[in-house]
Every structure is written in structure tokens, then in C-alpha cells.
């Protein structure tokens, strides 16, 4: 099991600027069909866990809580030696009727990652699937289109299957962006979303 997860980790810092355009921002909730994935009640808080770069030798240090509806991500990163932090959650659900995920966040302008895991594996390397949205001090919806998670192992783009949205294992929050310093970010909703044309 630890080589698979120092893979995790190796993957993650290797290519911190890839991709910063995935996520489409928006003022206003999607009017498309939508399911809840997250409320980030109390219940939530305990699903959330934070998973540093400590394994590489780094000293990124992330925490989250829910608070009030509200799940906040925050801590320090440091680009030496291993340059990420991230919060992940365990969730089995079929998103095949969907076109992708959206978040309602704010944030301290720094770029984060959303990550979806369906499972998938090369040998004994976990693939990586991930899209990036920017955030800002205001309060803004943001779509990640499934279309649009970037396929990876080591860092390393590589040619996979699909995603396999009918096996959604678990998602992912991450901030390695390559820049040393503080970060947050608030989320109070976290849904699936349909395309009103699809």
C-alpha cells in the first residue's frame, strides 16, 4: 500500500503550473440538473482528510474544518522539497448521467485542483485525474467539466481509459500551485451537474 501512495505524492508535485484554465467561473448556481454530493454539515467534517507532502521530506502544512455549512482549507505551502497539500474524501457514487462537478468557493486567489478517483491504475500506480479552478475573495461557482480532468501518473500525462464516472471512488481538493505561502479556501456546496443540452 505505501508505494501506491508515495506515487499519490510523487504525482502531485511533479507538475504544479500544468493546466491553471479547467474550472469555467460563475456568478450565479448552474441551472442545469444537479445532485448534491456535498452540504458540509457536521457530518461531513470527519470525511475530510488531509494529506501532506511530509511522505517527500516536505513541510507544506494544510488543516480543514467545517464550520457553519462551510468547509475551510487552509495552511501553508512550501514549494521546497515537496511543494503540496491536499484534503480527500471517500465517496462511492454513480456521476454517469453528469456532465461534471461545481463548487461554490472563495478564496485567497491562489489556484486549486479538484480531483476525481475512479479507481483506475496503472500497475501498481494510481491514475490521476484532476482539473484546476482559480479562486477569489468573493463568492463564485466554478464547473469542472469531466471532459476537462487531466489524466496523469507521476506528474506524467499518460494515455488512459475514461474516466469511469459509473465507479467515482473519491474526490479530492489540492493546492500546488509552486508559490510558497499561506492559502485558503471556503466551499459550501459541492454538487454534480448536468448540461441542460446533453
Known amino acids: 500500500m505505501l508505494p501506491v501512495f508515495v506515487s499519490l ?4 508535485a511533479a507538475n504544479p503550473t500544468a493546466s491553471r484554465t479547467s474550472g469555467e467561473l460563475h456568478t450565479s ?11 458540509f454539515d457536521a457530518a461531513d467534517e470527519a470525511a475530510w482528510q488531509v494529506i501532506n507532502d511530509g511522505v517527500m521530506g516536505g513541510l507544506s502544512q494544510g488543516y480543514v474544518a467545517v464550520e457553519n455549512g462551510v468547509l475551510r482549507f487552509h495552511g501553508t505551502l512550501v514549494t521546497r522539497g515537496g511543494g503540496f497539500t491536499s484534503i480527500r474524501t471517500r465517496r462511492l457514487v454513480d456521476l454517469s448521467d453528469y456532465d461534471g462537478v461545481e463548487l461554490r468557493v472563495r478564496g485567497s486567489g491562489r489556484t486549486f485542483e479538484v480531483e476525481v478517483d475512479d479507481g483506475t491504475q496503472r500497475g501498481w500506480r494510481r491514475v490521476s485525474r484532476r482539473a ?7 463568492w463564485t461557482w466554478v464547473q469542472i467539466p469531466f471532459s476537462t480532468l487531466r489524466t496523469t501518473v507521476f506528474g506524467q500525462a499518460v494515455s488512459a481509459p475514461e474516466t469511469d464516472l459509473t465507479q467515482v471512488q473519491a474526490f479530492g481538493i489540492y493546492i500546488l500551485d509552486g508559490i510558497d505561502g499561506d492559502f485558503e479556501l471556503e466551499v459550501d456546496a459541492m454538487r454534480a451537474y448536468r448540461d441542460e443540452d446533453s
Open 9 to 12: 505524492l510523487l504525482a502531485l
Open 29 to 39: 448556481p448552474s441551472s442545469a440538473s444537479t445532485m448534491t454530493l456535498y452540504e
Open 132 to 138: 484546476a479552478f482559480e479562486t477569489d475573495a468573493e
